[in-house]
């Protein structure tokens, strides 16, 4: 009822502290030619590339150490420790979103740096979610040792549906909800979250609920399998290349084409939300902001839209490309694969949508993370730290940010063009038809790699 209650009370409508407000004055034509011509090439030079080449590139790896899972439950308690200090904060805390550690840790420590995190060295989130290690005390208390291993309790029709609806909400409350940054809307949304998800992992069991229905999890765990720290079934763990671990993942039902792409609409759509080009669609002046309590209505339609538009283009180029290659496949079966290949470009996405915020917010989380409750306090030594947000203003500053921000998006195209290869072989084992089967996609990265450039480049609002 408390959480009810803060979601629906009136509240000043806070806004994300970095979001871009300049206009880039920049050649920025000839880099998004650039880009897309080097998503072109990519997918030619990869037509001619024989597959064995490419299959023993993949499979190098090179072995580091052995990593067991003895302290697991300690780092998981620990990190419950420290939200329930947060959502204390947020609650008896400053409700200045920029003096609170906990909207700060959440938008920016853990949406955006833990995901880039997770892209570069692997699962982190396994050990550093806040539920495993309450989960085990509860479930040893109760005798249910086994838990972990035990039948799934879900139904199989099920699916992850229950994460495609819960990371809707999510991003819905980030993006569209008129203040997502309130320290007490936040904290009662978080604690909720956290109570309501704990209770379904004690009925339904830990490993069935997070892998299909804890949307944090599902979404932490499709970014590792980009990460170049892979981990056996001996706990060995392994250096690989960035991607190497797309090309071994099942094949996806429905409910998780669903969720993968709504990860990588919700990202553009929130680029998107901010340009003149989508205010003024509905008449708005974006030089007099009305705010996003103005803007709901928009904003819901807009972030279905996106996400209704990229699935049916990606299913379209996925059924054009089993046509040319006169594949046998299914429809569910070739999606479900190939949509893999959307998790370079998601993180790359991620990485360059919300770098300015990491870079300026991180400072102040920082600074907020030594006197949580603003009583004082300087627990870490970082309270009185000086916040350097001139490291995203000025001409300088916009030219290497717009340079690491393009690159990321094109790299992360072009290695989303090398997985889709892959994986084309996997259900092609003849190189031509693979290659043909692959155009469409590639003709969609092409359009989606103008399109992240364009957002990047284009006049933004608020």
Same mark, same amino acid.
């Not at 580091?64 to 697991?72: C, I, P, Q, V």
């Not at 992850?160 to 909400?169: G, K, Q």
């Not at 893999?340 to 949508?353: E, R, T």
């Given at each position: 009822?408390?959480?009810?209650?803060?979601?629906?009370?009136?509240?000043?409508?806070?806004?994300?502290?970095?979001?871009?407000?300049?206009?880039?004055?920049?050649?920025?034509?000839?880099?998004?030619?650039?880009?897309?011509?080097?998503?072109?090439?990519?997918?030619?030079?990869?037509?001619?590339?024989?597959?064995?080449?490419?299959?023993?590139?993949?499979?190098?790896?090179?072995?580091?150490?052995?990593?067991?899972?003895?302290?697991?439950?300690?780092?998981?308690?620990?990190?419950?420790?420290?939200?329930?200090?947060?959502?204390?904060?947020?609650?008896?805390?400053?409700?200045?979103?920029?003096?609170?550690?906990?909207?700060?840790?959440?938008?920016?420590?853990?949406?955006?740096?833990?995901?880039?995190?997770?892209?570069?060295?692997?699962?982190?989130?396994?050990?550093?979610?806040?539920?495993?290690?309450?989960?085990?005390?509860?479930?040893?208390?109760?005798?249910? !040792?086994?838990?972990?291993?035990?039948?799934?309790?879900?139904?199989?029709?099920?699916?992850?549906?229950?994460?495609?609806?819960?990371?809707?909400?999510?991003?819905?409350?980030?993006?569209?909800?008129?203040?997502?940054?309130?320290?007490?809307?936040?904290?009662?949304?978080?604690?909720?979250?956290?109570?309501?998800?704990?209770?379904?992992?004690?009925?339904?069991?830990?490993?069935?609920?997070?892998?299909?229905?804890?949307?944090?999890?599902?979404?932490?765990?499709?970014?590792?399998?980009?990460?170049?720290?892979? !981990?056996?079934?001996?706990?060995?763990?392994?250096?690989?290349?960035?991607?190497?671990?797309?090309?071994?993942?099942?094949?996806?039902?429905?409910?998780?084409?669903?969720?993968?792409?709504?990860?990588?609409?919700?990202?553009?759509?929130?680029?998107?939300?901010?340009?003149?080009?989508?205010?003024?669609?509905?008449?708005?002046?974006?030089?007099?902001?009305?705010?996003?309590?103005?803007?709901?209505?928009?904003?819901?339609?807009?972030?279905?839209?996106?996400?209704?538009?990229?699935?049916?283009?990606?299913?379209?180029?996925?059924?054009?490309?089993?046509?040319?290659?006169?594949?046998?496949?299914?429809?569910?079966?070739?999606?479900?694969?190939?949509?893999?290949?959307?998790?370079?470009?998601?993180?790359?996405?991620?990485?360059?949508?919300?770098?300015?915020?990491?870079?300026?917010?991180?400072?102040?989380?920082?600074?907020?993370?030594?006197?949580?409750?603003?009583?004082?306090?300087?627990?870490?030594?970082?309270?009185?730290?000086?916040?350097?947000?001139?490291?995203?203003?000025?001409?300088?500053?916009?030219?290497?940010?717009?340079?690491?921000?393009?690159?990321?998006?094109?790299?992360?195209?072009?290695?989303?063009?090398?997985?889709?290869?892959?994986?084309?072989?996997?259900?092609?084992?003849?190189?031509?038809?693979?290659?043909?089967?692959?155009?469409?996609?590639?003709?969609?990265?092409?359009?989606?790699?103008?399109?992240?450039?364009?957002?990047?480049?284009?006049?933004?609002?608020?």
């Amino acid at each position: 009822m408390l959480a009810i209650l803060c979601l629906t009370s009136p509240t000043p409508a806070f806004a994300h502290a970095s979001d871009r407000g300049h206009v880039l004055l920049l050649p920025t034509g000839y880099y998004i030619a650039g880009g897309a011509l080097a998503v072109a090439v990519s997918f030619l030079v990869l037509a001619l590339l024989p597959p064995d080449a490419l299959d023993r590139f993949w499979r190098r790896r090179l072995p580091l150490f052995a990593f067991g899972d003895a302290s697991r439950t300690i780092v998981s308690l620990l990190s419950f420790a420290g939200l329930a200090i947060l959502i204390a904060a947020g609650l008896f805390g400053s409700r200045d979103p920029l003096s609170n550690p906990l909207p700060l840790t959440i938008w920016t420590l853990l949406w955006v740096g833990l995901a880039i995190a997770q892209g570069l060295l692997g699962d982190l989130w396994s050990w550093l979610n806040p539920w495993y290690g309450p989960w085990r005390i509860v479930s040893r208390l109760h005798g249910r !040792r086994g838990d972990e291993v035990k039948e799934a309790r879900l139904p199989a029709w099920l699916g992850c549906w229950p994460a495609f609806i819960l990371f809707f909400a999510f991003a819905w409350f980030q993006l569209i909800d008129s203040a997502p940054d309130d320290p007490a809307r936040l904290a009662c949304a978080v604690g909720f979250y956290w109570l309501f998800t704990f209770v379904a992992m004690l009925v339904f069991g830990y490993r069935d609920w997070s892998q299909r229905c804890e949307f944090l999890t599902i979404f932490f765990a499709m970014v590792a399998r980009f990460a170049i720290v892979e !981990r056996d079934e001996s706990s060995r763990l392994t250096l690989c290349w960035p991607g190497a671990k797309l090309l071994s993942a099942a094949t996806l039902p429905t409910s998780g084409i669903a969720f993968l792409l709504l990860s990588l609409s919700s990202v553009s759509f929130d680029g998107l939300s901010k340009t003149f080009f989508w205010l003024g669609l509905y008449g708005i002046n974006p030089l007099e902001y009305p705010g996003r309590t103005a803007l709901i209505g928009i904003g819901s339609f807009g972030l279905v839209l996106t996400f209704v538009l990229l699935a049916a283009a990606f299913l379209l180029a996925v059924i054009l490309g089993q046509r040319l290659a006169g594949s046998r496949h299914s429809l569910g079966e070739a999606s479900g694969l190939l949509v893999w290949s959307i998790v370079p470009i998601a993180l790359a996405y991620h990485v360059a949508h919300y770098l300015t915020a990491l870079l300026v917010d991180g400072q102040y989380a920082l600074a907020a993370l030594s006197d949580p409750f603003a009583l004082g306090w300087n627990l870490f030594g970082t309270a009185d730290m000086q916040i350097e947000a001139g490291i995203v203003a000025g001409a300088d500053a916009a030219w290497w940010l717009w340079n690491l921000q393009a690159g990321a998006i094109i790299a992360g195209h072009m290695l989303a063009v090398l997985v889709a290869h892959g994986l084309a072989w996997r259900l092609h084992p003849v190189p031509s038809r693979a290659a043909l089967s692959q155009l469409p996609l590639t003709v969609l990265m092409i359009a989606y790699t103008i399109f992240g450039l364009w957002l990047l480049a284009t006049p933004t609002a608020g």
